[in-house]
């Protein structure tokens, strides 16, 4: 939950659901990481509302008990939206509004709208506008009207604004001509990618926010932007690196996250060319996050969904000063010791399991970072002189 209020904050309550395929444990893991979300988009969660069923109901998502309870917290606390966290249907969305009388948004029009906030670049603005405009195509019939969309706020920030925008055929015509610029852009960036000549590239790939832009500006001297918040950076960020006297590309792709929207993965294919033409990937893990060996599930999914699952990994487990400090708060907490959580074992283990490929590092204080600049260098060698034997004595081997 966000600790601090701001009343420059847009008022939010999460709702989510205990099913029999999702614990209680595992959605107050979601409700956390949507709670971030929020912060994120700009709104302040006041409250969560959980219901236990089978399956969500087909009109309302929740039953109509609990849906009459979020009514009148709504109207008491005077909530400006309520985010559900998972996919709504149209019709659910639809039905939705039509009962609590505010702004509805699910997890995927939270993401889109982030990712609205993020874009920089015209390549990225023209993928987010997109993914926005596949998503509401099919919720045209439920959206608020011009006047309302003028509100702004979290989910506000659609690609149109006015009403004549919202016809099923313009949008349609959006998406043709979207795609088409979208073509040409990856035709030019893809003969960039074939201008970068010999250089090995290497791809720094993880869930969003374990550190991918800190640790390339640790390795690359760069000045990439880099924030505590979700999605901090969307463009891919390329940069020339020497390590002792082998230069190789690293490349800083947009993070991934659960629930990832399809629209998104569909729009931002072209982006993640960066991953599936690299050489090696690297794939950065907040250890100090309790979740995750879900967050490295989580990716490794989205990298078999983009064929790229199979390229050299190297793993590099960041935040290790983060995750002594976690340990140290428990440790005092409660006043017992966790061997068993100590930074050593889970070290030992993660080693073993991914084979000699981990390395523990923090990028913000540059902990350990000479140890992983060594297997970089080793690894890019290896893959250069493969590829151009008759180099070898250029690069010499180091133990």
């Known amino acids: ?53 089978d399956s969500p109901d087909p009109k309302l998502f929740l039953g109509k008990g609990k849906m009459e ?60 506008e997109l993914a926005q405009y596949q998503y509401i195509l099919p ?20 690609p149109g604004e006015t009403e004549i925008e919202t016809d099923r055929r313009i949008v349609r015509n959006k998406i043709t001509l979207l795609k088409k610029k979208l073509v040409s852009i990856d035709k030019q960036m893809s003969t960039q990618r074939g201008n970068r000549g010999s250089l090995v590239r290497v791809s720094l790939v993880g869930y969003t926010n374990v550190g ?29 690196v020497v390590i002792e006297n082998m230069p190789f590309l690293l490349t800083d792709t947009v993070g991934f996250i659960r629930k990832l929207p399809t629209q998104l993965v569909d729009s931002f294919k072209s982006t993640l060319t960066e991953i599936t033409e690299a050489d090696l ?6 250890i100090s996050h309790p979740n995750y060996d879900d967050h490295i599930k989580s990716v490794n999914f989205i990298l078999s969904e983009i064929d790229a699952h199979e390229k050299p990994i190297l793993m590099v487990f960041n935040k290790t000063d983060k ?23 889970l070290k030992s283990t993660l080693i073993k399991e991914y084979k000699n490929r981990s390395y523990f590092i923090s990028a913000l204080n540059k902990l350990d970072i000479n140890d992983l600049r060594k297997e970089l260098y080793k690894k890019v060698r290896k893959i250069h002189v493969t590829k151009f034997p008759y180099n070898a004595f250029l690069y010499p081997d180091i133990d």
């Open 281 to 286: 990937l690297v794939h950065v893990i907040d």
């Open 323 to 345: 995750y002594l400090e976690n340990n140290e708060a428990v440790k005092d907490k409660f006043d017992i010791e966790f061997e068993d959580k100590s930074l050593k074992t």
């Open 69 to 128: 309870e979020l009514a009148s917290y709504i109207k008491r606390q005077e909530i400006n939206s309520v985010i559900f966290d998972d996919e709504l249907t149209p019709a659910q969305q639809l039905n939705i509004e039509k009962f609590l009388k505010c702004k509805i948004i699910d997890r995927t029009g939270l993401i889109l709208d982030i990712f609205a906030q993020r874009a920089k670049t015209s390549y990225a603005r023209n993928q987010v």
């Open 212 to 240: 991918k832009s800190t640790l390339m500006n640790s390795l690359s001297k760069a000045d990439v932007f880099a924030e505590n918040k979700l999605f901090a950076t969307l463009d891919t960020t390329v940069r020339k």
């Open 139 to 158: 919720r045209l019939k439920g959206l608020w009207t011009h006047l309302e969309r003028q509100k702004g706020g979290i989910g506000m920030r659609g």
């Open 1 to 53: 939950m966000i600790e601090k209020s701001d009343s420059a904050l847009e008022k939010t309550i999460l709702v989510g659901i205990i099913t029999l395929n999702q614990s209680k444990k595992v959605l107050e893991e979601y409700l956390d990481e949507l709670s971030f979300l929020t912060f994120t988009a700009g709104g302040e969660v006041i409250k969560r509302f959980t219901q236990k069923m």
